[in-house]
């Protein structure tokens, strides 16, 4: 059996074409406006979509909440816009979640490529199915985005996409930065960090080597660990590795407390500087992601280890239905 037996690295490398066609999934596709706040409920691969757009709408007056339980907050109601994110469709919590949205009179739309979220919804985005749910991100994101940029609530430019479908092109120069940091993580435990603003890719990162490279990693964010994680590097030692993903538009307080945080954990073990490409943030997001996602595909590769399955958690949806 080949080692990549579903081909991991094809599905990442095909990322960039991923993302053009999600772009025309929500063409035509709007949502009438009068809703005051946005929820995206959804789990795993399927829930990260809701960090970005959180991290996408930072400075809208509409706020954003993304949802990881089985009922939604108190607070939905008709007055609330509901994205119900299950690439599957038949996410346990999710659908929980979208029943208890549709029951509270809010404008609920699921995006998926079927399952029970179907007769659920109002409204369905429908992805293509035969991915795994963390591999169809881009499937999973940008309808949000386009409904609601058709719907006028964001305005989302053209040079934006450009920019980030420009830089993920660069395949080549992404997996050749992604193999020599993979290397340098390997037999290593990775503590990632970043802002708040980065938080989605970070978040991703540790993710992706969980599933992927089926290895334990962890984050946090600025200036949150300065108060209470920063104390932990007293402890630590070489098996773990540090990754700071910084950005030219974070804080300045928060690039000076990365410097100092540097040094502080470059006493007791290794840290590497990553950094996201590009003008906008929707680019710098992404292209984040997408170094991610590849340093977890080599790292899974360097343990001799399928990336694609994730039996664990195969193993417990079996067992909550027995």
Do not use: W
Request: one cysteine or more; charged letters at 25%; hydrophobic letters at 40%.
């Amino acid at each position: 059996m080949p080692l990549d037996s579903q081909n991991m690295l094809e599905t990442i490398e095909d990322f960039p074409r991923q993302c053009r066609e999600a772009l025309e999934l929500p063409r035509g596709e709007t949502i009438s406006r009068g809703f005051t706040n946005i929820i995206v409920t959804g789990m795993g691969g399927s829930a990260i979509g809701g960090d970005l757009l959180k991290s996408y709408m930072h400075n809208s007056k509409i706020p954003v909440f993304v949802n990881r339980d089985y009922k939604m907050p108190n607070f939905v109601d008709e007055s609330s816009l509901v994205f119900a994110v299950s690439y599957s469709g038949n996410t346990e919590e999710t659908v929980s979640a979208a029943q208890d949205a549709v029951e509270r009179k809010a404008k609920v739309i699921g995006i998926t490529s079927g399952g029970k979220l179907v007769d659920i919804c109002e409204k369905i985005i429908k992805v293509p199915s035969g991915y795994q749910p963390r591999a169809a991100l881009g499937y999973l994101f940008f309808p949000m985005l386009g409904i609601l940029h058709n719907s006028g609530a964001i305005n989302v430019k053209n040079s934006e996409l450009n920019e980030m479908l420009n830089i993920l092109k660069k395949k080549e120069e992404f997996k050749k930065n992604a193999e020599e940091l993979a290397k340098k993580l390997r037999e290593k435990i990775a503590v990632i960090y970043s802002s708040e603003l980065l938080m989605p890719a970070a978040y991703r990162f540790k993710t992706q080597i969980n599933e992927n490279a089926k290895m334990p990693a962890f984050f946090n964010v600025f200036s949150e660990m300065n108060h209470n994680e920063i104390n932990a590097f007293k402890g630590m030692d070489r098996k773990f590795t540090a990754i700071l993903i910084k950005d030219a538009q974070d804080n300045e307080r928060i690039q000076k407390r990365m410097d100092i945080c540097r040094e502080i954990m470059e006493e007791r073990i290794d840290v590497e500087e990553i950094s996201g490409q590009g003008e906008y943030l929707l680019s710098r997001l992404f292209s984040a992601i997408y170094l991610g996602d590849f340093v977890s595909y080599y790292l899974a590769i360097l343990n001799r280890t399928d990336p694609s399955p994730v039996e664990v958690i195969e193993r417990l949806k079996k067992q909550l239905v027995e």
